[in-house]
């Protein structure tokens, strides 16, 4: 089935059962901006367990858009998390050290590159970033042009769950402002995605100019339930 | 405690060049644009994915949609513009940044340094530190020139582990200005009330003089 249809507005349902267990999951959103908060929701309220997320952060404030999230990972369903900024989740070093939780901690252009490579049909990329630290270990370095790179390996997923301020019917969407982050590079990188919006407009109401996720990266559509302001 | 924090980010203020791109991390080094000369005019990025941050949001200026990395409301200047974390970090990686201003735990006189991890805190997470300083023309460090123990920072050798290695260009402290040359690390000024002696003794690797022309004096 192609990525085309002019219809793609989903149910709770319809989400909810595109979770799956084992599955990879690319959670769009730096700290509160951006961040899918009904989708976070939805999957906290599934079933799926040994999930592998992936995120730039994960704010274990009961009062953040992000709880959802990470109460799916301290109720124990989540076997590896893949993050660049830790400090925001109080739970997860001891999470970490009583071995419930996987942890790759990854520089967080290095996370937005690896994801962008897959999106974008590549099969890794070269960075000094993190060279010679820890964060190195295990990976192999790549002579060129006289200097020492690490490989760095494409980061694909399942699904992702990314947010926008408009979106249309087609999943063609507006991020404004600094909501982009990692929402426009996570949309083409997953098999499914799944987009909310803080508003849903007909086809045709948003200029191609301004479209910062084009419809076929996009599988469902959903009406964000998060009042922010 | 705060004095010694404005007194560094005056300092640093002082090196930055009219037209400058740069990126500061919290703390110290978002204090610096307070310090800037009226005939430098600086463009600031945030990795979050914003150039021309402005300052803090206040009021009805208030747009929750717009943060800058250390996620604070903040404003963006006329000709400022929003782009996506990869293309956030290609900014940053691509050398397109004159400067990145940050904190440090440690830094040695190979331009080593560390700011991310200490084993036995919390969980590290190094967020955009480690491509920061990776990528800046200059990775200018402002930290206090010793630990609350009174222990050096500025070492031979890193003891924490590295967020990178021999990226440190220049360090500003609340003793003295160091630039990374070739020999290591030259004392380019020293603080009122420091003599060359003083700030040697609190630092834990040589310190070469310049080579041409003496050591200066940092702003009071």
Partial sequence: MGKFSRDKLASKQAVIEKFQDGQTILLGGFNRVGAPGTLFKYLHESAARDLTLVCNNCSNDPAGIWYPASQVISEGRVRQLKISFTRTNTELISLYESRKLEVELIPQGTLAERIRAAAYGLGGFLTTVGYGTLLAEGKQIIHANGKDYLLELPLHADLALVKATKADLMGNAVCRATTKNFNTIMAPAADFTILEADQIVPVGELTPEEIDIPGIFVDMVIQSEEVLK | MSDVRHFIARNVASLLRNGDVINLGVGIPTLTTQYLPDEVEVLIQAENGVIGCGPEAVGEQIDRDIIDAGAKCITVIPGGWFFDSAVSFGIIRGAHLDATILGALQVDEKGNLANWYVPG????????????????????????????????????????????????????????????????????????????????????????????????????
């Avoid at chain 2, 020999?183 to 003089?209: M, N, Q, W, Y």
């Fill in chain 2, 121 to 220: 805190k919390l969980l590290p997470g190094p967020g955009g530190a480690m491509d920061l300083v990776a990528g800046a023309r200059q990775v200018i460090v402002a930290m206090e020139h010793v630990t609350k123990y009174g222990e050096p920072k500025i070492l031979s050798e890193c003891t924490l582990p590295l967020t990178a290695i021999g990226v440190v260009t220049t360090i500003v402290t609340d003793a003295a200005i160091l630039k990374r040359a070739e020999l290591g690390l030259e004392l380019v000024a020293i603080a009122p009330g420091e003599t060359i002696e003083s700030v040697r003794a609190k630092t834990g690797c040589p310190l070469h003089l310049p080579k041409e022309g003496q050591v200066g004096e940092m702003l009071q």
